[in-house]
């Protein structure tokens, strides 16, 4: 990513940039073409520790008007049973975790999904962020890492948003959600097109001619 070749120059290494492969365009057409949503906000992650994942049920406490979804492998139980805790003394009854769902049920909530909230700082790049936009999804990301600096260009309300801490995520989302449905459409009509960018054939395309450079 942009992110991480920024920071290998900080080193003095000089990188060119290759973004990770994406079935952005296989998600795209299961989902199809004009999803209908819902008031949805979705997390795709690896259930553990480090990746911020307690905000989810502490913004779905002051977020009644939506449902919150964290959907992951169990990568760590003890955190997972804590993540349960949490949302039992914040009453956010409005949140759930779904553990190793199979990928058509995946795609399937995606598609129904408004928002897709990546609580991760310093991501390398985030190909869960990209997949969820293929799926209609208004990406929201930490205004750190590969998710903002390559996913989102760096820019606001273009592809999606970025928050800095919990207090502007809320009032990001609660915007969001109030927003009519015209501008909504529109929003996520251009995060489904910059999704396909990083398609995999894109990637192959772009590996290929990376490869015949050096052996030219």
């Known amino acids: 990513s942009r992110y991480v070749a920024g920071l290998l120059e900080d080193l003095g290494l000089k990188a ?15 989902v199809g073409e004009n999803p209908s949503k819902d008031n ?85 790049f ?4 990209v997949e969820s936009m293929a ?12 998710p903002y600096i390559d996913i989102l260009g760096g820019v606001e309300g273009l592809y999606g948003y970025s928050f800095g801490d919990v207090n502007e995520l809320i009032d990001l989302l609660r915007d969001l959600l109030s927003r009519k449905q015209e501008e909504l459409r529109e929003l996520v009509g251009r995060a489904r097109r910059r999704a396909l960018l990083f398609d995999e054939r894109n990637f192959m395309t772009k590996f290929r001619s990376i490869v015949e450079r050096f052996i030219a």
Do not use: M
Not at 55 to 60: D, K
């Open 16 to 30: 060119q940039v290759l973004h990770p492969p994406v079935r952005a365009w296989k998600i795209y057409n299961i």
């Open 40 to 124: 949805l906000v979705v997390t795709v992650s690896r259930i553990d520790s480090g990746k911020q994942l307690w905000i989810i049920p502490f913004v779905a406490s002051k977020i009644k008007n939506a449902k919150f979804i964290l959907i992951g492998s169990l990568a760590n139980r003890a955190y997972y049973e804590y993540l349960l805790r949490l949302s039992r003394i914040w009453k956010a009854d409005n949140f759930k975790i779904l553990v190793d769902l199979p990928s058509e049920e995946l795609y399937r909530i995606l598609g129904k999904a408004l928002i897709y909230l990546h609580t991760a700082h310093h991501e390398p």
């Open 126 to 129: 985030g190909i869960a962020v």
């Open 135 to 146: 799926a209609g999804c208004i990406p929201v990301v930490h205004r750190s890492g590969g």
